[in-house]
């Protein structure tokens, strides 16, 4: 089992920034890839971000690439998701993730949030226009 627990979430002015944490607990960490999803209201989850155990690879999606970043320390057991130039439209419950996807597996398999087996219980974002 691994225990997932998100912080730094908040209320933000638009063209701000915000730093959201991810604390692992129990089996080992680094072995899992981890990704960052979302769910606005009314809207599917959907996937932000995500990187492999080594921390080597990272994958975006459009609508964030060039905004966030994500990274991880596998010694504190923690990843991260420094968010800036913030939008409106990035107004939502922050979720990150935890599964086992094996180096070298094609990008798409970091973007389905069915490839994660265990999931943190969300942050709440929310960015003023």
């Known amino acids: 089992q691994v225990q997932l627990v998100e912080s730094g979430g908040g209320l933000v002015q638009a063209g701000g920034s915000l730093r959201l944490f991810c604390a692992a607990s129990?089996?080992?960490?680094?072995?899992?890839?981890m990704g960052w999803f979302r769910q606005a209201p009314g809207k599917e989850r959907e996937f932000v971000t995500a990187i492999d155990w080594t921390g080597g690879s990272t994958y975006y999606a459009d609508s964030v690439k060039g905004r966030f970043t994500i990274s991880r320390d596998n010694a504190k057991n923690t990843v991260y998701l420094q968010m800036s130039s913030l939008k409106p439209e990035d107004t939502a419950v922050y979720y990150c993730?935890?599964?086992?996807?094996?180096?070298?597996?094609?990008?798409?398999?970091?973007?389905?949030?069915?490839?994660?087996?265990?999931w943190g219980q969300g942050t709440q974002v929310t960015v003023s226009s």
């Open positions: 129990g089996r080992i960490f680094s072995s899992y890839a």
């Open positions: 993730a935890a599964g086992f996807i094996p180096l070298g597996d094609p990008a798409i398999r970091y973007k389905d949030r069915g490839e994660y087996d265990y």
